[in-house]
């Protein structure tokens, strides 16, 4: 039968089983339905196969000697589970929609295992079940049946995968400003909580700088808002491009106003980046004739950093930030202002 998938996205499936001859078998009709195949002879090699290789699903043979395929079962199905909750370990919030479809998810067996038992009693396809079994089927094998179980299974599996990227995209969604690529709001209000509680916890500054593009407001009547929405774009990129540290994060704060967190940083620190991204704007030299202090687009930045604690809050340091950035806007714009307490 000639393979209905392109090659690269055929179906990977481990088959195992103690018996070669049987082995060889399953694996040619596997092959023969356009199936990729990695084999194993016993429990030891399918995990050792699973972890190398992530098959799309696994033939387990019920009956071998030192690991039987109910404890290699067993097995796979925890390495599988554990899998999964890594992978939904960035979820955002426990009672969040996605965490939701990390729920689906999570009821979905990503990668099925299908058991091969030559026992005839329920109880052991019981115990299958038990040990993590997706489905079973039994020896001798009626190979219709198997390739049906295989296809419906692969198919479940296919799914699953498409869920995760789907839900990978939707958590990225949801933390993203759609125009700037930058983290939106609701990311920055939540970044800002969770390093306010771990530089309080340190005992280390935690800075923050607020930016506003000056005039912003005549750019978009003189340009029209599509200049200005590629204008945004650019002063995200210049900002992301300056902000080189893990754990730093750049937000948009509203409008044409963004934010940068940095962790474990004091003021002179933050003011001497509010610098250095300013005159990266300004070496951008684009053009701003409705502007009425420059001839190029300009910056704004008001700077504050605090060692937080307790009686404080990150309340207060966007407060602070944002009195800086008002007095940087009183003292004639394209410039940066680092909040002190008077
Ligand atoms: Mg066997």
Redesign the pocket.
């Known amino acids: 039968m000639k393979s209905n998938f392109p090659e690269k996205k055929r179906p990977l499936i481990l088959v195992t089983?103690?018996?070669p001859v049987?082995r060889k078998m399953i694996c040619h009709r596997m092959k023969q339905d356009g199936y990729r195949i990695i084999e194993a002879s016993n429990g030891q090699e399918c995990l050792d196969a699973y972890q190398l290789e992530s098959p799309d699903m696994i033939l387990l043979?019920a009956?071998?000697p030192v690991m039987d395929g109910f404890t290699c079962c067993q097995l796979l199905s925890k390495m599988i589970r554990s899998e999964h909750s890594r992978r939904k370990s960035d979820s955002l919030h426990d009672d969040s929609p996605l965490s939701q479809t990390d729920q689906i998810l999570a009821s979905i067996e990503r990668t099925p295992i299908l058991m091969v038992t030559g026992l005839d009693d329920t109880e052991s396809v019981d115990y299958a079940f038990e040990m993590g079994a997706t489905d079973f089927i039994r020896k001798p094998i009626h190979w219709a049946v198997l390739r049906q179980r295989v296809r419906r299974l692969i198919q479940q599996s296919n799914l699953y995968q498409q869920l995760e990227i789907a839900n990978a995209e939707l958590k990225r969604m949801a933390i993203l400003d759609g125009l700037t690529q930058l983290a939106n709001r609701r990311y920055f209000d939540e970044y800002l909580d969770q390093q306010w509680k771990i530089m309080e916890e340190k005992q280390l500054p935690l800075a923050l700088i607020l930016c506003d593009i000056d005039f912003f407001k005549f750019y978009n009547d003189t340009y029209g808002h599509q200049d200005g929405d590629s204008c945004l774009i650019q002063v995200a990129k210049a900002l992301t491009d300056e902000v080189k540290r893990l754990g730093d994060l750049v937000a948009r704060y509203g409008g044409e106003e963004m934010a940068i967190i940095l962790p474990d940083t004091n003021g002179e620190g933050a003011f001497f980046l509010a610098q250095k991204i300013r005159e990266r704007i300004n070496s951008l030299q684009v053009e701003h004739s409705a502007s009425p202090i420059n001839q190029y687009l300009t910056l704004s930045l008001g700077v504050a950093s605090v060692i937080p604690s307790p009686v404080d809050s990150p309340q207060n340091l966007i407060k602070f930030a944002d009195s800086a950035l008002y007095l940087a806007k009183q003292n004639g714009r394209n410039r940066s202002i680092l909040y002190t307490v008077d």
């Open positions: 089983d103690d018996d049987m043979d009956m071998m």
